[in-house]
């Protein structure tokens, strides 16, 4: 059974930490993969959620507050902004589509 802490790290995220192994530790916050790390034979390696390692550390809790306190680069959109505008471009398109059959069909008659 794999053991699990939360850390609220001075100046950080609130990380819930899984102990998956004895050598692998692994990180999220609210579901969202944040990193792992990894004991290696002289420390331990974090790495970041884009697989990067961030260094070489001595304990594990500097590892933690590394990987806790990177910062994570701002989205460049969101999904909703994308699924508002795919909304309104098909509302238009079915209105245009209906109006076009209306015009049509007054026409045939």
Not at 32 to 37: A, D, E, F, R, T
Not at 40 to 62: C, I, M, S
Request: glycine letters at 10%.
């Amino acid at each position: 059974m794999a053991a699990m802490t939360v850390d609220r790290l001075p100046g950080t995220r609130r990380i819930l930490w899984v102990k998956v192994t004895s050598d692998l530790t692994v990180g999220n916050v609210e579901g969202s993969y944040v990193g792992c790390i990894d004991r290696v034979r002289d420390g331990f390696v974090p790495v970041n959620a884009h697989g990067e390692p961030l260094g070489r550390f001595d304990t594990l809790t500097q590892a933690k507050t590394a990987l806790a306190s990177e910062r994570r680069p701002k989205r460049r959109g969101s999904r909703d902004s994308f699924d508002r505008v795919a909304f309104a471009a098909a509302t238009a398109t079915g209105a245009a589509t209906i109006l076009f059959a209306a015009t049509l069909g007054a026409l045939v008659l």
